[in-house]
Each structure stands twice: as C-alpha cells, then as structure tokens.
T-cell receptor, first 111, second 112 residues
C-alpha cells in the first residue's frame, strides 16, 4: 500500500502545453503539499493545503495552481509550460505538524 | 520567513568513519527539525527528527543534536556504510504553519 501516490511518474511534453499531476494519500492526513526539486536537488515548497487554507509560496508563478477535490487528493495544474519548469515534483502529506511523507515524485521534462 | 543553511554541500568519508552534517536556522520559534535521506532517483525519507524540547536523540547509528540558543542542529552518523551514501536534507518547521523549510542538501559518499 503506497501511502502517498502520484501520477504520472514521468511526464514529457512540449513548451506551452498545459499538464496536470495527481496526488493521493491514504494516511488520513489533513495537510498536503507540493514541492519542486530542481537539478541542483534543492527542495522548495510550492503549496501547502488543508481543508482550511491554502498557503502559497509567493515565488511560485500563477501558472501553477493546486486543486483539491477532497482531503485525500491534491492535484497540481500547470499552464503554459516553460523550459524552466523541468524538475521533479514531489507531493507530500502530514497530520498535525507530524513528519511529512513524500510520494515517489513526477519527473517533468519540457522539450 | 525561515532560512535554513546546511553544510557541507558534499562529504566524502571512508567506510567505518563518522559523518557530521550541520544546519542553522533563523526563526527562533521553529520547534521541529527533521532529517531526510534521499537516494538517487528516489523520494526523501525521514530518518530521524527532533523537537525543540529535546537536546539530543539517537537511533542506532544515527543521532541528532539541537542547540536552541545557537539555533543550530546536527546529524551524526557513526560507523558509516556504503549504503549510507545519499543526499541528506535538514529542515525546520516554520512557526505557525506546517510548511518545512529545507536546507540545500549534503551529498554523502561513503567509500568502501
């Protein structure tokens, strides 16, 4: 049973396209996150979301938008993809400020 | 906001040696400090964490120390093994939120 699962694992697409990455957690956690890990391995928080509030890292372009249909899912939509968006995107979840559990990542490559 | 500095960026040791990775944080209200290990092509995995009401915590070959006054915390790995080779991240939990701020990572290479 994968605790935090995200799909797809790999995503290769053209510049200018719109794409989505899905994330689901079966841990019953109340908070979910999206992180971007660039080629230098730096992990940067993009969004934090629970059923009460969305916290956005102000450096994230508004082409990125999280959407949460329910407590167990937090999807990431990206519009007008750019070369600089190439990275590994990790979803994570936590409960009551406990340790965050990460998904296996989605490697996004922009051609 | 919180700022976490991590050193060194790379660390090479011989098998059996000890390895120490150090982090400093800026937000004195941060109260939770996890360490993650990320093997090549895999997800970050929690290996140990410490809360601000504790000065030291050990789990077999891994230990973490926290100095709240100086706002720094360290990861200590004893008797290193080749399978300890990975990138290690420290993090601090921002006060008032559940968002972690990560250090830039330390690539640890353990040579047999």
């Amino acid at each position: 049973d994968t605790a935090v699962s995200q799909t797809p694992k790999y995503l290769v697409t053209q510049m200018g396209n719109d794409k989505s990455i899905k994330c689901e957690q079966n841990l019953g956690h109340d908070t979910m996150y999206w992180y971007k890990q660039d080629s230098k391995k730096f992990l940067k928080i993009m969004f934090s979301y629970n059923n009460k509030e969305l916290i956005i890292n102000e450096t994230v372009p508004n082409r990125f938008s999280p959407k949460s249909p329910d407590k167990a899912h937090l999807n990431l939509h990206i519009n007008s993809l750019e070369l600089g968006d190439s990275a590994v995107y990790f979803c994570a979840s936590s409960q009551d400020r406990q340790p965050q559990h990460f998904g296996d990542g989605t490697r996004l490559s922009i051609l | 906001g919180e700022n976490v500095e991590q050193h060194p960026s790379t660390l090479s040791v011989q098998e059996g040696d000890s390895a120490v990775i150090k982090c400093t944080y800026s937000d004195s209200a941060s109260n939770y400090f996890p360490w993650y290990k990320q093997e090549l092509g895999k997800r970050p995995q929690l290996i140990i964490d410490i809360r601000s009401n504790v000065g030291e915590k050990k789990d077999q070959r891994i230990a973490v120390t926290l100095n709240k006054t100086a706002k720094h915390f360290s990861l200590h790995i004893t008797e290193t093994q080749p399978e300890d080779s990975a990138v290690y991240f420290c993090a601090a939990l921002n006060s008032g939120y559940s968002t972690l701020t990560f250090g830039k990572g330390t690539m640890l290479l353990v040579s047999p």
